[in-house]
């Protein structure tokens, strides 16, 4: 059975664990960050809300979302990192991690920046290993 080299678990325990993960609260949402966000969620682009979205079934050690996830952008807007918030049963929110907007060719976080007003659509953000390792 194959070993996560980020946890040392087997896939099986993995998928497991990362659909409890995933299951957990009364949904996630994602939000778009003009600086770090660093453990709180700070820095959310001015203008913008947190956009509700969902993840499939874990598979392979990793979790995806079901859907494209849509920011409306004002010109001027610079995105940097794309947070994850999950939403508690009584309507609070706890901020859950971020991941680079974009990256360059060296794996390295670069800004999208909106010249015009426009849309920020996140079509990968991956539930994985790193996710539900205790901090």
Known sequence: MPINSATGWNTNSLNLSLDLYRL?????????????????????VAGTSRVACAFNAAAGGESELTADVVFDMSAGDEVHWVGRWLEDPEGSYTFHGYKAAAKDEDGNMVPVTFEVDGTLTVTEHTLGAIDIQPS
């Open 24 to 44: 957990e609260g009364e949904g996630y949402l994602l939000s778009v960050h003009d600086g770090d966000p660093g453990t709180t969620g700070a820095n959310m």
